[in-house]
């Protein structure tokens, strides 16, 4: 399974041959670089950490500084790790750099990154709900939740807020994974990834690439 760290340079949209427009987005995909490769013998399980964009020692710490430095590398500023499971067969050495060219035989992609930060949010912001009329004797109450305790559900348990019940609240922010991306094209003299449709996060914003696990 090919994996990649990056970041999302913005949206764009392109045409085929038959004059479709299909809206895309444009990855800068590595180079990364391998910062440890953890086996069972010395970790207990199999995984490979590497790391993304250099950042400047001084806005380290020293531990992660030291650590960078083993594998013959500055500290990096997006580090993250992959499970390999039973079956990983490690094939890179710390030290190693990976680029897009890990996805020259991949058709699509799975993205993962943080979505846009939307504060608190109201239920019909949040959650999609309708609101209450706007006209016919509604006063002051057109985006209010409407009744949060029932009998009707959970017979026995008395009226109270059921756990799970979609409310206001905190909106955004959380780590989100989009799913079967088909991979457009891929630049490897630039490091870019062309995919199509929207991934999570804003322009400027982290991503992690790797192989769909769903899509055949």
């Not at 479709?20 to 013998?41: D, F, N």
């Not at 010395?42 to 083993?70: C, N, W």
Request: net charge positive; hydrophobic share 30%; glycine share 16%.
């Amino acid at each position: 399974m090919a994996m990649l760290l990056g970041k999302k340079i913005g949206m764009t949209q392109i045409y085929d041959e038959a004059g479709r427009m299909t809206p895309v987005t444009v990855l800068q995909a590595g180079p990364c670089t391998v910062l440890q490769v953890k086996t069972p013998e010395t970790d207990g399980y199999d995984a490979l950490q590497i790391g993304f964009e250099d950042i400047k020692p001084s806005r380290v710490k020293k531990p992660m500084e030291g650590h960078a430095k083993k594998a013959n590398s500055g500290p990096k500023k997006y580090v993250r790790e992959w499970r390999l499971g039973k079956t990983g067969q490690v094939e890179y050495a710390a030290g190693d750099q990976l680029d897009v060219k890990l996805f020259s035989d991949v058709r699509f992609v799975d993205v993962t990154g943080i979505s846009k930060g939307k504060g608190y949010a109201g239920v019909m912001k949040r959650h999609g709900f309708g609101g209450f009329p706007g006209s016919h004797g509604t006063e002051r109450k057109h985006r209010a939740p409407g009744s949060i305790g029932s009998h009707g559900s959970d017979r026995g348990h008395g009226g109270n807020v059921k756990k799970g019940k979609r409310m206001s609240g905190r909106m955004g922010g959380e780590r989100v994974t989009s799913r079967n991306h088909q991979l457009v094209t891929i630049d490897e003299e630039k490091n870019l990834l062309v995919i199509r449709g929207a991934v999570p996060g804003p322009s400027g914003g982290y991503v992690e690439i790797r192989t769909a696990k769903t899509r055949k």
